[in-house]
């Protein structure tokens, strides 16, 4: 298709905002490590919270949701919306923790709460296992997003579109670093918002469809809308419902959804002004994340199914593409085609900056990783602020081109967030555990990312379909926690010194340390209750989940029952918010 004049100058107009803003604050980013990596740490929650969402909107993430809703049905999408349960649990008991530690990348936690080799080792290994393979595994993920729209959109190879995209990204995120993420996160969070609304109306009122209301009743989207997968399918219902629900959000470890927090969510954490600033940034995510954005693009995703049926449609629509990257994904941008001049310029921006926000996130993230984590802690401890922050700059350039290659080998972006989750599988509890209990130590760590990943291995590529997602999830979570528990059991703990000042430091809750607290002599320290805060957790999850499903009730048509949940389910967020002043007013 052709893009209008008005089309390439929305385009290109965005590109130089972006790229304006990096040059902006490249002076300040140049002066440390801290600046270039967490702003100084004196950034607001809502421009922390708002780049939180920023990133998780990345180009792939609406290819997802259509490839889930085509596939699975709107319910499918409770593989990912279960993952609020861990995001809230972050927000009344990891965030303002995590700020209180006062260090620099999420990694150095380890040293601060473990001891001797085992804690440099897993520092480092960590840095690379997830600073350079599983961050690229994720950019390059969204990196096949964005060819796929740039092929569908524009008629471009992969190498241009990904040559367009990337140059400006890493030049704005090499020149500004965090502080430039930021807020190039605010503007494209914004149009990417009313891009995609904008997108979902016009769309549903295409003569072909008709409106809402005839999009609905539609034959081959009627029998995608249920909300809750069906029990009559046994298999579908636990593997879509129950086990996101009972093991995946806390046992699975994924980028942006890490058990505990982690990534990231952290590094903005990291760059708050103050625990209170941090909780509420986190807060703001997951309402966002969670009960704002979804429904527009579920929406394009059922309106696809109309347009392109079948695979086979969708690559009878675009010859040109490749026909081993032709997936349910590609639905979402191959529907953008059909947008006018001006909008289609302006969700083609919004994609545009959906890719860039994700890519630059992830790569001053990864960028953090080998540089504070590897580098200066142990290649060149004494290197100066100025060659650290340059050093930076070119590991920025490099994550991305590895990330590009990659991408072109991948085929979807679903295979790679099954890939991703598996290999986390059993590793989830440890992050949520080793705040709370102080038997864990390194060696847990370690044992449970080298089992995790081998039997990933094992299930991905040798068991294949001879065993179903479900339970190869339920069997890798299985091995990987009775591995680390016997590991933790079996080894020394960590040392007591080490123990103690991270106890004197982070004051987590005395639920698992209490035995050690008697034996130090030290002052125990007071505040809410574990359990309190873990209902304050619930009674938030439920609320995000009920504003969720009760926009999905007002689209259907179920006005009264749709306004009766939206309304409990605003008056219960109304009170989980007025909640986290007291998490962060009170000392632990």
Wanted: with cysteine; aromatic share 12%.
């Amino acid at each position: 298709m052709q893009l209008s004049t008005l089309d390439w100058g929305i385009i290109i107009g965005f590109f130089a905002i972006s790229l304006f803003i990096g040059i902006f604050f490249s002076k300040q980013a140049s002066k440390s490590k801290l600046d270039f990596f967490l702003s100084g740490r004196n950034m607001p929650w809502w421009l922390l919270g708002i780049s939180m969402v920023a990133t998780t909107f990345s180009a792939d993430t609406p290819a997802l949701v259509t490839d889930i809703v085509r596939q699975n049905g709107v319910s499918g999408n409770w593989v990912w919306w279960a993952f609020l349960l861990t995001g809230m649990l972050t927000v009344f008991v990891y965030a303002r923790l995590w700020r209180r530690s006062g260090i620099l990348t999420d990694l150095e936690f380890y040293e601060l709460r473990y001891s001797g080799k085992p804690a440099r080792f897993l520092r480092g290994f960590r840095a690379i296992y997830l600073g350079v393979l599983f961050n690229i595994m994720v950019m390059a993920s969204v990196c096949l997003a964005a060819i796929k729209i740039g092929a569908t959109l524009f008629d471009l190879q992969p190498i241009q579109t990904l040559l367009i995209a990337a140059t400006i990204t890493v030049a704005y995120s090499a020149l500004g670093g965090l502080k430039s993420i930021l807020f190039t996160d605010f503007f494209q969070f914004i149009l990417a918002m009313v891009g995609s609304v904008w997108a979902t109306i016009y769309i549903i009122n295409m003569p072909e469809i008709g409106g809402l209301d005839n999009l609905l009743a539609h034959e081959a989207v009627a029998g995608k809308l249920a909300l809750v997968p069906s029990m009559a399918d046994k298999d579908q219902f636990i593997m879509l419902l129950i086990l996101p629900l009972t093991v995946q959000w806390w046992a699975s470890y994924y980028p942006g959804s890490e058990p505990g927090g982690g990534g990231y969510l952290v590094q903005r954490m990291l760059a708050a002004k103050d625990e209170t600033h941090a909780v509420k940034a986190t807060m703001f995510f997951n309402v966002a994340h969670y009960a704002l954005r979804p429904w527009p693009w579920i929406l394009i995703g059922l309106a696809s199914l109309i347009y392109f049926p079948t695979l086979a449609s969708l690559g009878e629509a675009f010859p040109n593409i490749d026909k081993d990257v032709i997936g349910h994904d590609l639905a979402y941008s191959a529907m953008l085609t059909y947008l006018p001049a001006g909008l289609l310029g302006l969700v083609a921006a919004s994609l545009v900056g959906a890719f860039m926000s994700t890519i630059s996130t992830h790569l001053n993230w990864g960028s953090s990783y080998i540089i504070h984590d590897v580098y200066a802690r142990f290649i060149e401890p004494d290197a100066s602020e100025k060659k650290l922050v340059n050093l930076a700059r070119i590991t920025t350039v490099v994550i991305m081109i590895l990330a590009g290659w990659l991408s072109l080998h991948l085929d979807s972006a679903k295979d790679a967030f099954d890939l991703l989750v598996l290999i986390g599988a059993g590793t989830g509890l440890i992050y949520i555990l080793r705040w709370l209990w102080w038997r864990i130590n390194a060696y847990s760590e370690i044992a449970a990312m080298i089992i995790s990943f081998v039997v990933a291995v094992i299930m991905k590529f040798y068991v294949g379909d001879a065993v179903s997602s479900s339970n190869a999830l339920l069997i890798s979570v299985g091995i990987t926690t009775i591995g680390w528990l016997t590991v933790t059991l079996l080894t020394s703990p960590t040392d007591t010194n080490v123990l103690k000042s991270f106890y004197k430091k982070i004051r987590p809750y005395r639920l698992g340390w209490n035995s050690q607290i008697a034996t130090w002599g030290i002052q125990p320290s007071q505040g809410p209750s574990l359990t309190k805060d873990i209902m304050k957790m619930l009674i938030g999850t439920i609320s995000i989940y009920g504003i969720l499903l009760s926009t999905g009730m007002l689209l259907y048509g179920n006005i009264l029952i749709g306004l009766i949940g939206l309304a409990i389910s605003s008056i219960m967020l109304l009170y989980t918010i007025s909640q986290l002043d007291e998490n962060t007013s009170k000392t632990y």
